[in-house]
């Protein structure tokens, strides 16, 4: 004897089993809108690492500051991962990069983010990736 021969000999389905079923899949349902939100509150906003926490920015506007202190990437943008271990500040001034050509200074030292990052909120003001800041992307 089949389950279903079982269910037709006790009384078909009832109110137990409509409920029971809707109540199981009431999560299950849910579920799929739970897995599309992360597509939307995991996006990554354009970010950089923070300037040295011992810097002082009151003389300095923050494009002078993160030219002294982020490195430029292959993009022309600033780095997401790479900061200078020391501020250059002779890069604020012109034609600065053509000088340190010629003087033979092939590579300045950077290191990682030791301080954090900082995020351009402008457009989106809060992710799961800028509460967290937890590691570079």
Same mark, same amino acid.
């Given at each position: 004897?089949?389950?279903?021969?079982?269910?037709?000999?006790?009384? #078909?389905?009832?109110?137990?089993?409509?409920?029971?079923?809707?109540?199981?899949?009431?999560?299950?349902?849910?579920?799929? #809108?739970?897995?599309?939100?992360? /597509?939307?509150?995991?996006?990554? $906003? $354009?970010?950089?690492?923070? $300037?040295?926490?011992?810097?002082?920015?009151?003389?300095?506007?923050?494009?002078?500051?993160?030219?002294?202190?982020?490195?430029?990437?292959? /993009?022309?943008?600033?780095?997401?991962?790479?900061?200078?271990?020391?501020?250059?500040?002779?890069?604020?001034?012109?034609?600065?990069?053509?000088?340190?050509?010629?003087?033979?200074?092939?590579?300045?030292?950077?290191?990682?983010?030791?301080?954090?990052?900082?995020? /351009?909120?402008?457009?989106? #003001? #809060?992710?799961?990736?800028?509460?967290? /800041?937890?590691?570079?992307?």
């Amino acid at each position: 004897m089949a389950f279903s021969d079982l269910l037709e000999q006790v009384g #078909s389905t009832g109110r137990f089993q409509v409920l029971h079923v809707t109540l199981l899949s009431m999560p299950i349902l849910m579920m799929a #809108s739970h897995n599309l939100l992360q /597509n939307f509150v995991a996006a990554v $906003p $354009p970010h950089h690492c923070a $300037p040295h926490a011992n810097l002082s920015m009151s003389s300095m506007g923050a494009g002078d500051v993160l030219q002294a202190t982020v490195p430029l990437g292959q /993009n022309g943008k600033p780095e997401r991962c790479r900061r200078y271990v020391h501020p250059q500040w002779q890069l604020l001034s012109s034609n600065s990069s053509e000088s340190l050509w010629e003087e033979g200074v092939e590579e300045i030292e950077t290191q990682s983010c030791e301080d954090g990052w900082y995020y /351009n909120t402008t457009e989106m #003001s #809060s992710t799961i990736i800028s509460e967290v /800041n937890g590691k570079c992307l």
